[in-house]
């Protein structure tokens, strides 16, 4: 098994008694009564952490040194507790002096496996390599760590290397806005990139250390002072790990029981740590609700991530391991789709080749709902926790997970990326030095080879196209190319407004539906300008079926000069026969028309066989001929709409006078369309 006892774990293998050093490697009478004293401190409680009082021993085992300066075990004494206090350099330094002492000092060769751990994890990677070497070369060795250490060897190369080809890498403090003395992480952002959410470790006015989430919005480049979340969000006890939807009027964060008082008021849960849900309507944010579906269990789900189409979650669900003092938590990678309902389904584990036997955390899908960050102890890296990004393949596996390098990574634990929408910068939290509190949010460019499919964000708002109300409407973007849905989701109830994200250079679809209104459908290329980032905006007029307006059916595509539907279109004319079949009493006619090029006559046939083509389909979907009729006007209806007070019809002669090729083929497709008209309802 590929497991590395990282520092904190080290004291499985180095507890100190004075049954395990009943012979000394001294006869110094006061060495070895300074050590044994070293011990008895060690069964006090210190008063500040509750735990065994190695810091008041260690002065007792430098007096142990000082009186015989070849006491190996008072070297190795003196690292163990260097190891419980976190001090690896002090732990360090006395191993190497134990064996510059007795370099043959365990038959076994264990303490060189423990110093080319703590070397490897202390960024020491050459000092580590080769005392993990000098373990294998020890005849006497315990077969039962040779895959550890062989896997240790193999971290220490890896590391060797990478620090060889260094990412570009500067990391800028996000500023005063954000960071404070106390400790800021595990940020999300809004897919428009103007509001970063992050999580804040703070203090009560009792004195209770808890986690609440700030909020800070994009000041024209700078972020803006954060501002705590209402308090029906931020209780008294710990929330953290949010992720937005798309909008960012969908909040999922992880909210964990407290002792004394449970989830706080209003709150219930199945485990220690517990995913909720909550929606912004307008300007305020509805109160929480454990997440409905099958996500949450009796263990600890925590670190979620949405999708940017929203129906599939990310997550972290750990559990314990080991049993007394040695129960630790392990996190893996779990992901859940939307049902119909709302709720969400039963989670699927990620593979091996991305969860591993030690632990993952700190998930985050990327806009392009492929590449997936993480972070983890358990791939090969630099020491701690790493940084790591995968891809979902076409058949839905994983590829194996890439360490994001160095200096990104370091010996440290890197705990937490966000990568903005268009994979330009990232978000990442750290306690580096320099910071103004002890962990502090900073951006950075992202290096070409570790970005994502780069996406940008479209906006809009659903209105009715009669009395232009604002409208709450069911949304769904499918990729032409593939012919996948890529987001399903809802105008704002409120204004009527919608965001998302979309990978760029693709041909998408757009179709809306709302009860009593026609369905809305317009195809786009969402070609964008290299190195820009300006959003793509698309208004959506909805149409009351009262209204004696034609629907235009712009996902209906022919091939040149035929009337063969082709298999793209049968997605939009899908949704027309669901339109029908919810709307049992509505007749229409379906129209067809084409430009003014080509000869009049073969155009009329054109367009009089495309209807038809429309209605066969429909009619071979289960609709009534008798609510179905179809008509060909050929290039006798040009199309016409309103730009501002004027009316613009687009004839031959108005086109034959635009300025542009560009601008005459765009007015040539507007005429070539497939509507259809509400006759009876």
């Known amino acids: 098994m590929r497991n590395l006892f990282l520092i904190f774990f080290l004291l499985l293998f180095s507890t100190c008694s004075t049954a395990q050093f009943a012979q000394w490697d001294t006869k110094n009478k006061k060495a070895i009564k300074y050590v044994e004293s070293a011990i008895e401190k060690t069964r006090e409680l210190d008063q500040s952490t509750g735990l065994p009082n190695y810091a008041g021993a260690m002065p007792l085992i430098e007096k142990a040194i000082e009186k015989d300066p070849n006491f190996t075990d008072a070297y190795r004494m003196k690292a163990d507790f260097a190891i419980r206090l976190g001090d690896k350099t002090t732990a360090i330094d006395a191993y190497r002096s134990a064996i510059a002492v007795n370099p043959e000092l365990s038959s076994t060769g264990y303490i060189y496996f423990e110093l080319a751990q703590l070397e490897w994890s202390n960024g020491e990677y050459v000092e580590g390599l080769a005392h993990a070497q000098k373990y294998t070369s020890i005849p006497g060795a315990n077969p039962e760590f040779k895959e550890d250490v062989l896997w240790l060897i193999k971290n220490c190369e890896f590391a060797i290397e990478s620090k060889k080809h260094p990412k570009p890498y500067k990391p800028i403090n996000v500023g005063v806005g954000v960071n404070s003395e106390d400790p800021e992480y595990l940020p999300t952002l809004t897919v428009d990139q103007k509001q970063l959410l992050f999580t804040r470790l703070v203090s009560n006015s009792s004195g209770y250390i808890q986690e609440d989430f700030f909020t800070s919005t994009d000041m024209n480049g700078y972020w803006g002072n954060a501002a705590p979340m209402p308090p029906n969000i931020n209780t008294p006890f710990n929330e953290g790990g949010p992720t937005f939807a798309p909008d960012g009027r969908t909040l999922i964060f992880v909210g964990c029981k407290d002792e004394r008082y449970g989830y706080g008021e209003g709150r219930r849960g199945y485990g220690s740590c517990d995913l909720f849900i909550t929606e912004k309507i307008g300007n305020k944010w509805v109160d929480p609700i454990n997440l409905p579906g099958r996500v949450n269990t009796a263990n600890w789900e925590t670190q979620p991530s949405l999708s940017s189409d929203g129906t599939t979650l990310f997550f972290i669900r750990g559990i314990l391991t080991g049993s007394g003092r040695t129960n630790q938590k392990r996190g893996d990678i779990y992901m859940s789709k939307i049902e119909p309902n709302g709720a969400w389904g039963e989670p699927v584990k990620l593979p091996d080749n991305v969860n591993t036997p030690n632990s993952e955390s700190s998930v985050f899908i990327h806009a392009d709902g492929r590449t997936l960050y993480f972070s983890s102890n358990g791939h090969l890296g630099f020491g701690g926790y790493d940084l790591y990004k995968t891809e979902m393949q076409p058949d839905g596996s994983w590829s194996d997970p890439e360490n994001l390098g160095y200096p990104i990574n370091t010996h440290e634990n890197e705990n937490a990326i966000i990568v903005y929408p268009d994979g330009e910068l990232a978000i990442i939290g750290s306690d580096k030095p320099g910071g103004l509190g002890a962990s502090d949010l900073y951006t950075f460019k992202m290096p070409d080879d570790i970005k994502p499919t780069r996406t940008i964000y479209m906006s809009g708002t659903v209105f009715d196209n009669v009395t232009k109300d604002k409208l709450e409407a069911e949304f769904t973007l499918i990729d032409l190319e593939t012919k996948k849905e890529v987001v399903r989701s809802f105008s704002d109830r409120a204004n009527g407004s919608f965001v ?64 063969v539907l082709r298999k793209e279109s049968f997605v939009e004319l899908d949704l027309v026969t669901q339109f029908l079949n919810e709307n049992p009493k509505v007749k229409i006619e379906l129209q067809g028309h084409t430009d003014a090029r080509g000869d009049d006559a073969h155009n009329l046939e054109l367009s009089t066989n495309r209807a038809k083509s429309v209605m066969t389909y429909l009619i071979e979907k289960g609709i009534e001929a008798s609510r179905l009729t179809s008509k060909g006007f050929g290039e006798t209806k040009p199309y016409t709409y309103n730009e501002g007070d004027q009316t613009i019809e687009l004839t031959e002669a108005y086109i034959d006078g635009l300025a542009s090729e560009k601008e005459k083929n765009k007015a040539h497709q507007l005429n070539r369309r497939t509507v259809y008209l509400i006759t009876a309802q």
């Open 500 to 563: 998302v994200t979309l990978p760029i250079n693709k041909n998408y679809a757009l179709s809306v539906q709302k009860d009593k209104y026609n369905p809305y459908s317009v195809n786009f290329n969402l070609n964008v300008a290299e190195n820009s980032n300006e959003p793509y905006h698309m208004d959506v007029p909805m149409e009351p079926m009262y209204s004696k307006s034609a629907i235009r059916l712009d996902n209906v595509f022919f091939d040149l000069d035929s009337y």
